[in-house]
């Protein structure tokens, strides 16, 4: 029986970017080519016209991958686009899928600093929880421009506390014991590029506002070779017609794994997929990322 756990992130652009009805057929094929346990998702969308995107996308997937009850699962969190949109029945945000049943789920809209653009201010960044095989996932999505590092400064922060609420005592460690059960999983479209203070928070590397946090970045403890980019203009037409700089903004960050019984947490290796064109587009101006995370508890 395998004891990994395959996570796989991906923002679809589903709302913001165009073909939608032609990218999604190949955001199924890569996932049914990558077999992921579990999808984190941005930039998902439903209304009362519009089927949610992840929910389609979930209908779509090889059955015979799915748990035991031969269906994938799902849960969206979102909020009103009615600042941009007319149609206030839209919603937009994050979801997971996840070969097993969703347990709980909940949304938080995250934070903002004073001042910024209607962007910033009037869009709902948001971070969705859900638990599922006994695991806390989170999917978020953070203020865009290179110039907004200051809100997602914020963003982090209140990511970090949010998180450390729902997990209450199971992350804490005492002098001669082992941690239990699987450290929290948070994935996303950070818009953040490694150097920053916002991912540098989150990895240990610098403190933000006196407080420090852990998280292991897949990529960076566990990718192969080359910087990791999820968007390039040199292989991706949307981030070249966008004229987006190349940068690597897109993470699986996997909770502390130190002194976990039988080494639950560790992250065994990342790869950017979602990176080359299986039906013949690319699935979204970003790419994606996999992950395999050491799960000894998995569940026949």
């Known amino acids: ?22 990218r999604r057929h190949e955001v199924v094929a890569w996932l049914n080519k990558l077999r992921p346990d579990v999808v984190c998702l941005q930039e998902v969308w439903q209304s009362d016209s519009q089927e949610n995107t992840a929910g389609w996308i979930s209908g779509q997937l090889d059955p015979h991958d799915s748990g035991e009850d031969g269906s994938w699962h799902w849960a969206f969190g979102g909020f009103s686009l009615d600042a941009f949109v007319p149609d206030s029945s839209l919603r937009f945000g994050s979801a997971v899928i996840s070969r097993w049943q969703i347990d709980q789920h909940q949304t938080w809209r995250l934070p903002v600093a004073k001042g910024g653009s209607k962007v910033v201010t009037q869009v709902p960044w948001e971070l ?20 907004d590092g200051m809100h997602r400064i914020v963003q982090v922060q209140a990511i970090d506390s949010i998180i450390k609420q729902v997990r209450g005592d199971r992350d804490e460690h005492s002098f001669g014991m082992s941690r239990q059960g699987m450290p929290p999983i948070l994935c996303g479209d950070f818009n953040a590029e490694p ?44 981030s070249a017609e966008l004229n987006l700089h190349r940068k690597r903004i897109d993470y699986v960050f996997v909770g502390d794994a130190f002194k976990r019984k039988a080494s639950a947490g560790r992250v065994l290796e990342s790869e950017v997929v979602f990176n080359t064109k299986i039906t013949g587009v690319m699935a979204s101006d970003h790419w994606g990322l996999r992950a395999e995370i050491l799960w000894p508890m998995r569940p026949s």
Do not use: C, K
């Open 128 to 147: 969705l929880h859900v638990e599922t095989a006994g695991i806390d996932f989170f999917s978020t999505h953070l203020t865009p421009a290179p110039t």
């Open 1 to 22: 029986m395998s004891q990994t756990l395959r996570v796989v992130q991906l923002n679809i652009g589903s709302l913001i970017e165009p073909d939608w009805e032609t």
């Open 195 to 238: 150097e920053s203070d916002e991912i540098r928070f989150l990895s240990s590397l610098t403190p933000l506002n006196g407080v420090t946090t852990f998280y292991q970045d897949a990529w960076r403890v566990a990718g192969g070779d080359g910087p990791g980019y999820t968007q390039d203009w040199r292989d991706n037409p949307t």
